[in-house]
């Protein structure tokens, strides 16, 4: 396996946004507000590529000054972030040291992917990685999967990919590169070692 590629959130770092109004408006009114807001659905664009300032005035029509809220979640982004997933950091120097290449591939804002490393340091340790949100596609589009293989001249049966979600990884393998559905660094490791990595 020459090189082995990462979903970022949930995967290298925790993502809750409930945590940027969750001291303010406890918990059923943080629920209120993401179901207000739409807030996924919202998220998503963001992470398509849409920018926040350019979608603002439809959003405000729609919820009023609840779009301040929204502000607040673009503003205070690090709050959104819980830390490093257990073991990941390890993983990923272990594969630097063992010689792997080792990129990201993320469904992320352009506006606030810069909040990344400093909440999980490995993300800086990367190569590289692709952020949905500047490229203007997200997981699970195929298209993004022949960005990432084109851009980093990446020879699909010796990649490796893992994502926590179960329709990212099916795209992943649909594009030819080896992916496992992620649910904890050591399964990771142990998928890795089965296609012959030394971690």
Same mark, same amino acid.
């Given at each position: =396996?020459?090189?082995? !590629?990462? &979903? @970022?959130?949930?995967?290298? %770092?925790?993502?809750d946004?409930?945590?940027? #109004?969750?001291? $303010?408006?406890?918990?059923?009114?943080?629920?209120?507000?993401?179901?207000?807001?739409?807030?996924?659905?919202?998220?998503?664009?963001l992470?398509?590529?849409?920018?926040?300032?350019?979608?603002?005035?439809?959003?405000?029509?729609?919820?009023?000054?609840?779009?301040?809220?929204?502000?607040?979640?673009?503003?205070?982004?690090?709050?959104?972030?819980t830390?490093?997933?257990?073991? =990941?950091?390890?993983? !990923?120097? &272990? @594969?630097?040291t063992?010689? %792997?290449?080792?990129?990201?591939?993320?469904? #992320?804002?352009? $506006?606030?992917?810069?909040h990344?490393?400093?909440?999980?340091?490995?993300?800086?340790?990367?190569?590289?990685?692709?952020?949905?949100?500047?490229?203007?596609?997200?997981?699970?589009?195929?298209?993004?999967?022949?960005?990432?293989?084109?851009?980093?001249?990446?020879?699909?049966?010796?990649?490796?990919?893992?994502?926590?979600?179960?329709?990212?990884?099916?795209?992943?393998?649909?594009?030819?590169?080896?992916?496992?559905?992620?649910?904890?660094a050591?399964?990771?490791?142990?998928?890795?070692?089965? #296609?012959?990595?030394?971690?």
């Open positions: =396996m020459e090189t082995v !590629v990462f &979903d @970022l959130g949930q995967v290298i %770092v925790g993502w946004p409930r945590r940027v #109004w969750i001291d $303010e408006l406890g918990e059923q009114g943080t629920q209120d507000l993401l179901d207000e807001l739409d807030f996924f659905v919202l998220n998503r664009r992470d398509a590529g849409e920018r926040w300032a350019d979608i603002r005035p439809e959003v405000a029509a729609r919820v009023g000054d609840r779009v301040r809220q929204m502000d607040s979640y673009v503003d205070r982004f690090d709050a959104a972030l830390g490093p997933i257990p073991g =990941m950091a390890e993983l !990923v120097q &272990d @594969l630097l063992a010689g %792997v290449r080792v990129l990201g591939l993320t469904n #992320w804002s352009a $506006e606030t992917f810069h990344g490393v400093a909440a999980a340091p490995a993300i800086g340790q990367m190569e590289d990685v692709l952020v949905s949100g500047e490229v203007g596609l997200v997981k699970p589009d195929p298209a993004i999967y022949q960005l990432l293989i084109e851009r980093f001249g990446l020879t699909p049966g010796q990649t490796a990919f893992t994502d926590d979600s179960p329709a990212n990884v099916t795209a992943a393998r649909a594009a030819g590169i080896r992916a496992e559905v992620f649910s904890s050591e399964q990771w490791r142990m998928a890795l070692r089965g #296609w012959g990595v030394a971690v």
